[in-house]
Protein backbone atom coordinates (compact mmCIF):
# COMPACT_ATOMS: atom_id res chain seq x y z
CA UNK A 1 0.00 0.00 0.00
CA UNK A 2 1.03 3.56 -0.04
CA UNK A 3 1.17 5.86 2.77
CA UNK A 4 2.60 9.92 2.99
CA UNK A 5 2.87 12.47 6.08
CA UNK A 6 2.89 15.86 6.33
CA UNK A 7 2.30 18.43 8.74
CA UNK A 8 -1.15 19.21 9.59
CA UNK A 9 -0.51 22.53 9.73
CA UNK A 10 1.90 25.34 9.10
CA UNK A 11 1.46 29.15 9.64
CA UNK A 12 4.25 31.95 8.17
CA UNK A 13 3.67 35.83 7.09
CA UNK A 14 3.45 37.07 4.15
CA UNK A 15 6.58 37.93 2.24
CA UNK A 16 8.54 34.91 4.14
CA UNK A 17 9.54 31.24 2.54
CA UNK A 18 7.73 28.10 3.82
CA UNK A 19 8.25 24.37 2.86
CA UNK A 20 5.69 21.83 3.77
CA UNK A 21 7.45 18.17 3.65
CA UNK A 22 6.16 14.91 2.67
CA UNK A 23 7.33 12.01 3.43
CA UNK A 24 6.07 8.47 1.36
CA UNK A 25 6.16 4.64 1.44
CA UNK A 26 4.88 3.53 -1.26
CA UNK A 27 5.72 -0.24 -3.66
CA UNK A 28 6.45 1.31 -7.00
CA UNK A 29 7.35 4.81 -6.99
CA UNK A 30 5.83 6.58 -9.97
CA UNK A 31 6.74 10.00 -8.61
CA UNK A 32 5.54 13.00 -6.22
CA UNK A 33 2.97 15.81 -6.63
CA UNK A 34 1.53 18.41 -5.31
CA UNK A 35 -1.85 20.18 -5.30
CA UNK A 36 -3.21 22.83 -3.89
CA UNK A 37 -7.05 23.31 -2.67
CA UNK A 38 -8.44 26.88 -1.39
CA UNK A 39 -11.32 25.96 1.39
CA UNK A 40 -14.38 25.57 -0.07
CA UNK A 41 -12.67 25.10 -3.71
CA UNK A 42 -11.40 21.86 -5.54
CA UNK A 43 -7.86 20.76 -5.38
CA UNK A 44 -5.97 22.42 -7.98
CA UNK A 45 -2.05 20.63 -9.86
CA UNK A 46 0.52 22.15 -8.85
CA UNK A 47 3.50 20.47 -9.55
CA UNK A 48 5.51 16.72 -10.32
CA UNK A 49 8.81 15.34 -9.43
CA UNK A 50 9.57 11.93 -10.98
CA UNK A 51 13.37 12.46 -10.43
CA UNK A 52 15.85 13.93 -7.49
CA UNK A 53 16.13 17.60 -7.30
CA UNK A 54 14.33 20.74 -7.41
CA UNK A 55 11.58 21.84 -9.80
CA UNK A 56 10.75 25.72 -9.92
CA UNK A 57 7.62 27.38 -11.38
CA UNK A 58 7.33 30.75 -10.32
CA UNK A 59 7.48 31.33 -6.23
CA UNK A 60 6.84 27.66 -6.39
CA UNK A 61 9.57 25.31 -6.05
CA UNK A 62 8.99 21.49 -5.65
CA UNK A 63 12.23 18.91 -4.63
CA UNK A 64 12.19 15.30 -4.25
CA UNK A 65 15.22 12.40 -2.78
CA UNK A 66 13.89 9.26 -3.78
CA UNK A 67 16.33 7.89 -1.84
CA UNK A 68 14.87 9.33 1.26
CA UNK A 69 11.46 8.48 0.32
CA UNK A 70 10.94 12.72 0.92
CA UNK A 71 10.32 15.64 -0.87
CA UNK A 72 8.87 19.01 -0.01
CA UNK A 73 6.46 22.22 -1.48
CA UNK A 74 8.95 25.33 -0.84
CA UNK A 75 6.74 28.83 -1.26
CA UNK A 76 8.23 32.46 -1.67
CA UNK A 77 7.42 35.64 -1.53
CA UNK A 78 4.25 34.08 0.72
CA UNK A 79 1.03 35.88 -0.41
CA UNK A 80 -2.11 36.14 1.56
CA UNK A 81 -3.93 34.39 -1.44
CA UNK A 82 -1.49 31.06 -0.71
CA UNK A 83 -3.58 31.03 2.60
CA UNK A 84 -4.44 27.29 1.43
CA UNK A 85 -4.70 23.54 2.06
CA UNK A 86 -1.52 21.37 0.42
CA UNK A 87 -1.49 18.07 -0.69
CA UNK A 88 1.40 15.57 -1.80
CA UNK A 89 0.27 12.65 -3.85
CA UNK A 90 1.93 9.45 -5.30
CA UNK A 91 1.11 6.94 -7.62
CA UNK A 92 0.21 3.57 -5.73
CA UNK A 93 -0.33 0.52 -7.83
CA UNK A 94 -3.53 -1.24 -6.78
CA UNK A 95 -3.03 -4.86 -6.90
CA UNK A 96 -6.46 -5.72 -8.13
CA UNK A 97 -5.85 -4.39 -12.11
CA UNK A 98 -2.18 -3.46 -11.84
CA UNK A 99 -3.27 0.38 -12.53
CA UNK A 100 -2.04 2.99 -10.91
CA UNK A 101 -4.64 5.95 -8.64
CA UNK A 102 -2.95 8.81 -6.88
CA UNK A 103 -2.74 8.72 -3.32
CA UNK A 104 -3.04 11.87 -1.00
CA UNK A 105 -1.70 12.79 2.32
CA UNK A 106 -4.13 14.21 4.60
CA UNK A 107 -2.78 18.12 3.40
CA UNK A 108 -1.02 20.65 5.21
CA UNK A 109 -3.46 23.74 5.65
CA UNK A 110 -0.83 26.66 5.24
CA UNK A 111 -2.34 29.97 7.34
CA UNK A 112 -0.22 32.85 5.53
CA UNK A 113 -0.80 36.27 8.20
CA UNK A 114 -0.04 40.06 7.62
CA UNK B 1 -14.61 24.91 -21.87
CA UNK B 2 -16.10 23.50 -18.80
CA UNK B 3 -13.99 20.84 -17.38
CA UNK B 4 -15.13 18.56 -15.09
CA UNK B 5 -18.73 19.49 -13.72
CA UNK B 6 -20.38 17.63 -11.06
CA UNK B 7 -24.02 17.97 -9.81
CA UNK B 8 -25.63 18.12 -7.40
CA UNK B 9 -23.72 20.53 -5.29
CA UNK B 10 -25.50 19.89 -2.22
CA UNK B 11 -27.66 17.24 -0.66
CA UNK B 12 -28.85 16.29 1.78
CA UNK B 13 -29.95 12.52 2.69
CA UNK B 14 -31.68 10.41 4.96
CA UNK B 15 -30.48 7.33 6.57
CA UNK B 16 -31.16 4.68 3.65
CA UNK B 17 -32.24 6.78 0.98
CA UNK B 18 -30.45 6.29 -2.25
CA UNK B 19 -28.86 9.13 -4.72
CA UNK B 20 -26.58 9.06 -7.88
CA UNK B 21 -23.57 11.74 -7.83
CA UNK B 22 -23.34 12.43 -11.56
CA UNK B 23 -19.42 13.79 -13.24
CA UNK B 24 -19.00 14.77 -16.77
CA UNK B 25 -15.83 15.98 -18.11
CA UNK B 26 -15.40 17.36 -21.81
CA UNK B 27 -11.40 16.40 -21.99
CA UNK B 28 -11.76 13.25 -23.21
CA UNK B 29 -9.99 11.87 -20.46
CA UNK B 30 -9.83 8.73 -20.15
CA UNK B 31 -9.58 8.14 -16.39
CA UNK B 32 -12.05 9.11 -14.12
CA UNK B 33 -12.00 9.00 -9.98
CA UNK B 34 -14.48 9.36 -7.54
CA UNK B 35 -12.89 10.65 -4.10
CA UNK B 36 -14.04 11.50 -0.74
CA UNK B 37 -12.89 14.44 1.46
CA UNK B 38 -13.11 13.99 5.60
CA UNK B 39 -11.21 16.65 8.15
CA UNK B 40 -7.72 15.52 8.47
CA UNK B 41 -7.80 12.38 6.28
CA UNK B 42 -7.01 13.84 2.95
CA UNK B 43 -8.75 12.62 -0.20
CA UNK B 44 -9.61 8.90 -0.32
CA UNK B 45 -10.14 7.49 -3.20
CA UNK B 46 -13.19 5.50 -3.68
CA UNK B 47 -13.29 4.05 -7.13
CA UNK B 48 -11.98 4.94 -10.44
CA UNK B 49 -12.06 3.89 -14.32
CA UNK B 50 -9.61 3.44 -16.56
CA UNK B 51 -11.86 3.94 -19.82
CA UNK B 52 -15.52 3.83 -20.85
CA UNK B 53 -17.13 0.44 -19.49
CA UNK B 54 -14.65 -0.09 -16.70
CA UNK B 55 -14.38 0.50 -13.35
CA UNK B 56 -12.07 -0.64 -10.21
CA UNK B 57 -12.11 0.01 -6.59
CA UNK B 58 -9.82 2.29 -4.62
CA UNK B 59 -9.34 2.71 -1.28
CA UNK B 60 -12.79 2.93 0.68
CA UNK B 61 -15.08 1.23 -2.08
CA UNK B 62 -17.91 -0.11 0.11
CA UNK B 63 -21.23 1.42 0.54
CA UNK B 64 -20.59 3.03 -3.40
CA UNK B 65 -21.05 1.73 -6.78
CA UNK B 66 -20.37 2.99 -9.97
CA UNK B 67 -20.67 3.30 -13.57
CA UNK B 68 -18.86 4.49 -17.23
CA UNK B 69 -21.34 4.00 -19.85
CA UNK B 70 -19.98 6.62 -21.39
CA UNK B 71 -16.35 7.88 -21.63
CA UNK B 72 -17.81 11.57 -20.72
CA UNK B 73 -19.35 10.33 -17.72
CA UNK B 74 -18.87 8.67 -14.37
CA UNK B 75 -21.77 7.91 -12.00
CA UNK B 76 -21.38 7.63 -8.42
CA UNK B 77 -24.49 5.41 -6.48
CA UNK B 78 -25.25 5.49 -3.01
CA UNK B 79 -27.87 2.38 -2.47
CA UNK B 80 -28.61 3.10 1.41
CA UNK B 81 -26.82 6.25 2.82
CA UNK B 82 -25.17 5.73 6.00
CA UNK B 83 -23.93 9.03 8.46
CA UNK B 84 -20.48 7.65 7.80
CA UNK B 85 -21.15 8.75 4.43
CA UNK B 86 -21.30 12.31 5.06
CA UNK B 87 -18.39 14.07 3.15
CA UNK B 88 -17.36 16.05 0.49
CA UNK B 89 -17.04 14.08 -2.76
CA UNK B 90 -14.62 14.98 -5.80
CA UNK B 91 -14.30 14.06 -9.48
CA UNK B 92 -11.28 14.17 -10.89
CA UNK B 93 -9.99 12.87 -14.48
CA UNK B 94 -6.52 12.46 -16.14
CA UNK B 95 -5.83 11.88 -19.36
CA UNK B 96 -3.16 9.16 -18.50
CA UNK B 97 -1.21 8.05 -15.19
CA UNK B 98 2.09 9.48 -16.20
CA UNK B 99 3.90 12.50 -14.92
CA UNK B 100 2.17 14.68 -17.86
CA UNK B 101 -1.46 13.69 -16.78
CA UNK B 102 -2.35 15.90 -13.26
CA UNK B 103 -5.68 15.30 -12.08
CA UNK B 104 -8.43 18.02 -13.04
CA UNK B 105 -10.74 17.88 -10.12
CA UNK B 106 -14.92 19.28 -10.29
CA UNK B 107 -15.94 21.78 -7.79
CA UNK B 108 -17.56 18.84 -5.35
CA UNK B 109 -20.75 17.11 -3.91
CA UNK B 110 -21.31 18.25 -0.72
CA UNK B 111 -23.28 15.31 1.25
CA UNK B 112 -24.70 14.95 4.42
CA UNK B 113 -26.63 12.26 5.84
CA UNK B 114 -28.82 12.45 8.70
Known amino acids: GQSLEQPSEVTAVEGAIVQINCTYQTSGFYGLSWYQQHDGGAPTFLSYNALDGLEETGRFSSFLSRSDSYGYLLLQELQMKDSASYFC???????????????FGSGTRLQVQP | NAGVTQTPKFRVLKTGQSMTLLCAQD?????MYWYRQDPGMGLRLIHYSVGEGTTAKGEVPDGYNVSRLKKQNFLLGLESAAPSQTSVYFC?????????????FGNGTRLTVT
Open chain 2, 27 to 31: MNHEY
Open chain 1, 89 to 103: AVRGTFMDTGRRALT
Open chain 2, 92 to 104: ASSYGTGENSPLH
